[in-house]
């Protein structure tokens, strides 16, 4: 007979007594906790005993990285719960934040995706301080910049009583990770659960896991043949250059994004005349970037999305606009060579009719069977889908990708994802196809069979993927791979990474008392200086997201976010900041509407006294296709012309440190306010005429003013002749070319049939 949890917040005959999950949830209630279980044995149940314990002591908040694990966390909470549903919640960025603020007040269960949560903390539209619990879902995502991180800090700053729960399957092989990880979200525990475990050893349901090896066709062996010859070749050139170490035809796209990474160091150190050696490096790298994708294709995807990629790479070798590399390797005869033979091949890759077999198979022995078949493209997804519902009569197939938008493929909105699963659940599809979106948390307890099209090197993504299945009976999981491919390294890299991940598992529960987790201090931070005179900073709402704000608010002062007409952070009285990327300063420098660059900083010093450019990042000269010349040239004139002190940073961390050490010295120092009225103004008809006049090449305001005080009139300017444009000064020979070539020459529209 079975026993279940007697709680007066938990319903009753909901949740299955089990005693592993009562000892975890009795440890986070004591410490935070990080809890580590296998995927399908009620990690959500942890959470939910702990909720139950803590919410009449205040408000309880779950975070989940999607909106379909949110939607699915709230349905278990509120179905578990003996609270009424109003009082349950979800809040996802598909909700305005009015409508979040409102939701939050009347809560005490809100489940959440975390950036949500981060911006409207920053906001302070939100309040963490009477949050009496804090689980963090899949809680190996908490490293490096993503939200968990600031949102953990925040709490433990803002709370007196703070208890939190980090849950995951696959914290990573690394005890270091795991390590780092607590760090980062505050949690001096650890709790390990294996399936080795008495306690749980009884819920686990076997996972049957098999290997199916496929062999390429001879046709594409010898296209795949021309195709590494050639990526031989390019890796030659670049170890000749010294870019590369080596000149092997498996190099990765790993090590040749790094070899890309280290190519543009070098152009920005050389300053405004580089050499032709890093612009052949460069070539060479973006042709063996393409050769390397291309191969992938082949060994381990399909045909059809390699005649694909052909067909991209042709289409922009004969673009006018298109890259040197992709006309070079158009030329080259090894690639002539190998299309011909890829085109003329009309079969399909044969890793496409294995899994169709095993999907056949398995709804041939049970009908009813609920199957997930992974793959790591959306284009192998949308063919997988069309093939399994065309050819195989019981298969109801869909696809499930996230939410971006590419070229011609649209995503998934998070509404769509959460039907698709509901009817997946139900049955109205019996076939999954899906990208890395689903792999986390789904929670379909009835998936019979798993299907990895291609293996994935990651252990924390196998162990996810292979979660889906084995929940409440026996599972089986599948794995393709191509011979002789990098499918076979990467099944491996996997599977030792995994073996590893166990070890060090068993490991951590034996060595807890070593571990010696160390909490970040939070002293820099504290909560416990409340002076009325802080000093404070007028940030605007669109820095939200650029990591400055999240910066800012590690520092000793208050930041009001609002929406600024002028500037992106007013310091004092005096002094307010534009603050641009690298590639921000080049779009708005080519921008001549309404928020171009000299209308910002036009603005800028028409309100503030000081006003200031921050230019934030690396790769000025190398974000974009725009001439040196010209970038230096916007530069001296926002220096010269406009007065304005440029400041070089390179993150948000360092953009923060100087806005906190200019609002200090303004505001501490020289004792000036903070004011909040900067308003854009509008254009007189001088400053319209100066405008249209700078429009022109080569022609800055200064020069604008030069020629309009010259002419008279915008008329006479375009009436100019050569001559008379070269009397005016700082209009040499070719200033004066350019002008008459752009005021006289006719209009061309592309687009026009006659």
């Known amino acids: 007979m079975t026993e279940y949890v007697s709680h007066p917040n938990i319903k009753d005959e909901k949740i299955e007594k089990r005693v592993y999950q009562i000892e975890l949830a009795g440890k986070a209630l004591n410490n935070n906790s990080l809890v580590v279980l296998p995927t399908g044995l009620g990690k959500t149940a942890v959470s939910l005993l702990v909720i139950a314990s803590k919410i009449d002591q205040g408000k309880c908040l779950v975070l989940s990285p999607t909106k379909p694990l949110v939607e699915q966390h709230c349905a278990f909470f509120r179905d578990c719960l003996d609270i009424k549903n109003k009082k349950i919640n979800v809040l996802t960025g598909e909700t305005t934040p009015e409508e979040r603020e409102k939701i939050w007040n009347s809560s005490k269960l809100i489940i959440a995706t975390p950036q949500v949560i981060k911006n409207d903390s920053l906001s302070n539209k939100i309040s963490l301080k009477n949050v009496s619990h804090l689980t963090f879902d899949e809680a190996h995502r908490g490293v490096g910049d993503y939200s968990y991180v600031f949102i953990a800090e925040q709490y433990v700053k803002k709370s007196e009583n703070h208890n939190i729960l980090g849950i995951t399957a696959s914290p990573g092989s690394e005890k270091s990770k795991i390590k780092n990880i607590c760090e980062n979200l505050f949690l001096k525990n650890v709790e390990v659960r294996t399936e080795k475990d008495p306690t749980v050893e009884p819920y686990v349901h076997e996972k049957n896991i098999e290997w199916e090896k496929v062999k390429l066709p001879k046709e594409i062996k010898e296209a795949k043949k021309h195709l590494e010859d050639l990526l031989k070749e390019k890796m030659k050139e670049l170890k000749k250059l010294g870019y590369s170490k080596s000149a092997s035809k498996n190099t990765s796209k790993s090590k040749l994004l790094k070899i ?71 030329n080259e005869l090894k690639f002539k060579k190998s299309k011909h033979k890829i085109k003329k091949f009309e079969g399909r890759h044969p890793k496409i009719d294995k899994c169709k077999k095993v999907v056949s198979k398995q709804l041939e022995k049970k009908p009813d069977s609920r199957i997930i078949v992974f793959t790591e493209y959306r284009q192998m997804a949308e063919q997988l889908k069309n093939i399994l519902n065309k050819e195989l009569e019981k298969a109801k197939a869909v696809r499930f990708v996230g939410q971006a938008n590419k070229k011609n493929d649209k995503g998934l909105t998070q509404k769509k994802q959460v039907e698709i699963i509901s009817d997946f659940a139900k049955g109205d599809y019996n076939v999954l196809v899906g990208t890395s979106v689903a792999e986390e948390g789904l929670d379909i307890p009835s998936t019979d069979s798993v299907v990895f099209y291609e293996p994935v090197p990651s252990e924390i993504r196998s162990i996810q993927r292979k979660g889906r299945t084995g929940r409440v009976r026996e599972g089986k999981v599948t794995v393709l791979m191509t011979k002789n491919t990098k499918d076979e390294g990467f099944f491996w890299a996997s599977k030792k990474r995994e073996d590893k991940m166990e070890d060090a598992m068993e490991d951590l529960k034996e060595e807890l008392d070593e571990l010696e987790i160390k909490q970040r201090k939070i002293g820099d931070f504290s909560s416990s200086k409340q002076d009325k005179d802080k000093m404070k900073i007028f ?67 028409k309100n503030f006294a000081s006003p200031i450019l921050l230019l934030e990042g690396e790769g000025l000269y190398t974000s974009r296709q725009v001439h040196p010349n010209a970038i230096r040239g916007a530069i001296s004139t926002v220096s010269i012309d406009y007065r304005i002190p440029i400041i070089n940073t390179k993150d948000a961390e360092e953009t923060a440190q100087y806005l906190f050490s200019i609002a200090k010295k303004e505001q501490e120092e020289k004792e000036k306010s903070i004011r909040f009225h900067a308003k854009k103004s509008s254009r007189t008809l001088k400053e319209k005429q100066e405008y249209i006049v700078s429009a022109l090449p080569m022609i800055g305001p200064k020069t604008a003013k030069t020629l309009l005080n010259n002419f008279g009139t915008i008329r006479e300017i375009v009436n100019a002749e050569k001559r008379d444009l070269l009397k005016i000064e700082g209009i040499g020979e070719k200033r004066a070319k350019r002008i008459i070539e752009i005021l006289t020459e006719k209009y061309h529209n592309n687009n026009s049939k006659n």
């Open 260 to 330: 890309q990474s280290k190519l543009q160091g070098a152009l920005n150190d050389e300053g405004p005349n580089p050499s032709g050696k890093i612009y052949s490096g460069l070539s060479y790298q973006a042709e063996a970037f393409k050769l390397r994708h291309l191969i992938d294709l082949l060994e381990t995807e399909g045909i059809e999305s390699a005649k694909k990629y052909i067909k991209k790479i042709e289409s922009e070798s004969n673009s006018s606009g298109g890259s040197k590399a992709a006309k070079r390797l158009s």
């Open 539 to 605: 940030a605007d709402h669109r820095e939200l997201n650029s990591g400055v704000i999240e910066e800012l608010n590690k520092l000793d002062l208050e930041v009001e976010i609002k929406q600024l007409e002028v500037g992106d952070f007013v310091l004092s009285s005096s002094v307010c900041a534009e603050r641009k990327t690298t590639e921000d300063f080049i779009s708005s420098m080519i921008d001549r509407g309404k928020r171009g660059l000299f209308d910002q900083l036009n603005e800028l010093n």
